[in-house]
């Protein structure tokens, strides 16, 4: 424990200076100076702009934390931010570990006490969103897009259900893949390597398989 300690508070001085620069780009300058985000020296700040970021309330010194932490087994990629369209919405604290790619061209909104493990990549071009108490596991995938126009007859199907949505307290485990469409309702799992292609507005469910179908009903589950 103490040498995990060690190096989270080595890195967090040597991610101080990008952290400033970062803060600077994105907020007002006597917001920027608090220091509301925490972004590792690691992670490659592709594009930002200003106001893309917002806080449901007045954030805490490192209250958002880029890049930094997550399974010691695991090995991160680059992690890389493109906050330079579109607006993301923290309504508390959120961690996003090593390897974290955060993609936004839409509405992003975070649920207090988010954290996602190693190597996740969440891709916005309408709506992402989680509530409160979410976990995910590592090597997920979140796109809300389909990336290219899909034809039948000639013609585009009409989204029904555009984004992504998550409720709270909601469990998304490793090498998890979640398209455009999809989503979870309250105190539910996502299995492990599970693709999700729909709304699941069920809560206390268990969704695994590709792709995702109900597995169980009445469950439950704690850190």
């Known amino acids: 424990m103490g040498s995990r300690k060690e190096t989270y508070f080595w890195e967090t001085i040597f991610s101080i200076p990008k952290s400033l620069y970062l803060c600077l780009r994105l907020f007002p300058f006597k917001e920027a100076i608090r220091m509301p985000i925490l972004v590792s020296f690691r992670t490659k700040i592709m594009r930002v702009k200003k106001n893309t970021v917002k806080f449901e309330k007045p954030p805490g010194r490192f209250q958002i934390k880029i890049g930094i932490g997550g399974s010691e087994k695991i090995h991160p990629q680059k992690s890389r931010l493109f906050l330079d369209k579109g607006t993301i919405i923290f309504e508390g604290s959120a961690v996003f570990a090593g390897g974290t790619v955060l993609a ?31 976990l995910l596991g590592w090597n997920i995938m979140i796109h809300d897009d389909n990336g290219h126009i899909v034809t039948t007859n000639g013609k585009a199907a009409a989204d029904k259900h555009p984004g992504i949505r998550i409720g709270d307290h909601c469990w998304i485990c490793s090498d998890c893949t979640l398209l455009r469409g999809s989503g979870l309702g309250s105190h539910s799992i996502l299995g492990c390597g599970s693709v999700l292609t729909k709304m699941i507005q069920e809560d206390h469910v268990l969704i695994a398989g590709n792709p995702g179908m109900k597995k169980k009903e009445n469950i439950d589950w704690s850190h």
């Open 104 to 134: 936004n061209a839409g509405i992003m909104r975070f649920g207090t006490h988010f954290y996602c493990n190693k190597n996740c990549t969440i891709w916005c071009t309408d709506e992402v969103s989680f509530g409160e108490d979410c």
